[in-house]
Every structure is written in structure tokens, then in C-alpha cells.
């Protein structure tokens, strides 16, 4: 698993130990340059980037090769970032750059263009280097159709730039999708961006989110490979295959064919004919019998503008 932007230099060493110490899940994270910006008070997360913060970030991104594999920023007024745009960025790419990391960038939605000193998802694909990600690409409101930007993903692409999907609450949408890879624009990475707000529905877990890849056109043969090798080359490790030597961790994976409602972030719904379910995993010698959260018996959770209100899910009765 790999945490995106919940840890900076402060929260780090809340979760260090538990890292380094529990055997089950291999963790690796994208270390945020804001010093507060995983919190929940909005007063942290309008602070600036202090050139001590990224002397702090710096220093720990160093130490810790191991488990630090990137650096993360979310530009968005909904994260209050009144002043984020293009300084919050060049922060970002600083630390990147000095530790020798790729930049991972949260998409922008339009409409905050006026909050963000006229930055745009234009600007931030030029700025990207080989290895740098664009997460949540498929965005309805932030994604690279919705800024008319798929030139700009075509040529960043070519560049060695990686599109990652992000699915989670807000964040997927069937028709930002479908229009994007009908010109060719298909995602590096397929991932969850799972959360307490995903798991219970419209994500649920991977094979799910594989699973819309495969009703969008995607052969298997892909949907596996960006699932696996694409996420292990970015992280520089050597995992998600099965060649001689390396890790022999695997998951067992039914497909089945049927008709099976999927819904995006945005509650649109797609019947898919094909469907991924997870039956073992073996971790480090050791089989586990998998299930999926589809199968949980959770009720359906509401929707709103794009954002995954969430609340509390009640289980079927």
C-alpha cells in the first residue's frame, strides 16, 4: 500500500513504529511538505510552507529511503489552501527535487483557479519530470478533461509522466474516463484512493476499481500489469511480479462474467459484464482468504457535486 500526502515531517513519527514493526502489509508514503496538512484543523492547513519545513521534509525523506518513496501536495481552496497555487507547488517540487523523489500533484478543480494565482492542471503537466504523477486524472471536476488538457497528458505522457486514477470518494467519473481513453489517454497507474469515505462504496477495494478498467476497454493483460509492475517501477521496488528472485507474495483473482452494477464517485452507474473478486492472498508464505467490501452487506452511500458525502453506512438488516 501506498499513503499519499497524510504524513509530513511532524505526523511521521506517529506511525513510524507501526510501519517498521507490523508484518502483514508492506506501507510505503508520499511525504506531504506541510507540516499539519493531514490534520483536521483549518488553520493548519492554510499555514505556508516555511523554508525550515522543507529543511525538516528534506532531512527525512533521507533517512528514511526505505519507506518515503515520494512527495505529495494537494493544491485545492477545499483543503483551505487560500494561497496555494503556484508557491505551494515550487515548495513541493523543491523538496522533490533535493531529496531525489518524484512529485506526486492532486488535481485542481476549474473553478479554483481564482484561488490558486491563475495556476492551471496545464502548468502543472509542463512542470512534471519522468516518474512525476498526476493523481485523480480522471476527475469529473479536476481531472484532464475536465481543464481540456488531454494534449498536455498525451505529451507528459510521452515524457514519462505517470496518470494515476485515484478513484476514491470524488474522484473517478465514467464520462471524464470514457472521453479520455477514447483519444488514447490511458491511465499508468489503477488505484484506489481508498479511505474511510471509499471502502464502503463507490470503491470498495481494488479488484473493483480493475474491474471498471476492464468494462472501459482495458484488456486484462493491462488492467494486471497497472495494478502491479507500473506502481512497483514507480516506487523502485522490486514487487508486482514474478520473476526469479524477486518477492513471491501473490493474490488470487476470480473473473466473472454476469451483470454487475458499478457506480463512479459521482454515482453514475455502468453494468459491467466482467467483474474481478479476490479469492486468497498469500503474504510472505502465508494464504489468507480474501473477500471483497462489495459483499459486506453495506447500504448504498449518497452523493453530492462530486464529493462523497459518506456519513454513517448502516449494514443491511
Known amino acids: 500500500m501506498v499513503d499519499v500526502g497524510s504524513y509530513s515531517y511532524k505526523t511521521f513519527p506517529l506511525v513510524e513504529s507501526y510501519l517498521r514493526n507490523q508484518q502483514w502489509l508492506k506501507v510505503f508514503i508520499y511525504l506531504n511538505p506541510c507540516p499539519y496538512e493531514g490534520s483536521t484543523s483549518e488553520t493548519d492547513y492554510s499555514k505556508d510552507i516555511k523554508e525550515s519545513d522543507l529543511e525538516a521534509g528534506l532531512n527525512l525523506c533521507l533517512r528514511k529511503p526505505d519507506i518515503i518513496k515520494g512527495v505529495k501536495t494537494m493544491l485545492s ?9 503556484r508557491g505551494r507547488f515550487e515548495a513541493a517540487r523543491r523538496l522533490s527535487d533535493e531529496a531525489g523523489l518524484p512529485l506526486m500533484v492532486h488535481g485542481i478543480r476549474v473553478e479554483e483557479t481564482k484561488y490558486l494565482d491563475g495556476f492551471t492542471l496545464q502548468d502543472i503537466l509542463a512542470a512534471f519530470r519522468a516518474g512525476d504523477v498526476l493523481t485523480h486524472c480522471y476527475g469529473k471536476y479536476k481531472g484532464i478533461t475536465a481543464w481540456d488538457a488531454i494534449d498536455e497528458a498525451k505529451d507528459a505522457l510521452k515524457r514519462g509522466v505517470i496518470l494515476d486514477v485515484g478513484h476514491g470518494a470524488g474522484s473517478f467519473s465514467w464520462d471524464a474516463a470514457e472521453e479520455a481513453l477514447s483519444v488514447g489517454v490511458k491511465p499508468t497507474i489503477i488505484s484506489t484512493d481508498l479511505h474511510e469515505k471509499a471502502y464502503r462504496g463507490p470503491v470498495y477495494d481494488l479488484p473493483t476499481t480493475m474491474s471498471k478498467f476492464l468494462h472501459l476497454g482495458l484488456s486484462l493483460s493491462e488492467v494486471v500489469e497497472k495494478t502491479t509492475v507500473e506502481p512497483a517501477k514507480a516506487l523502485g521496488e522490486d514487487l508486482g511480479s514474478f520473476r526469479p528472485g524477486s518477492v513471491g507474495d501473490a493474490c488470487v483473482i476470480k473473473l466473472e462474467e454476469g451483470k454487475y452494477p458499478l457506480h463512479d464517485s459521482y454515482g453514475e452507474e455502468r453494468v459491467c459484464e466482467k467483474l474481478l473478486t ?7 508464505g502465508v494464504v489468507h482468504l480474501a473477500g471483497s467490501w462489495r459483499n459486506a452487506g453495506w447500504t448504498d452511500i449518497s452523493y453530492d457535486k462530486g464529493f462523497h458525502l459518506g456519513g454513517q453506512a448502516m449494514p443491511k438488516k
Open 278 to 284: 479476490p479469492v486468497v492472498a498469500i503474504k510472505s
Open 77 to 85: 481552496r477545499r483543503m483551505w489552501h487560500p494561497h496555494s497555487g
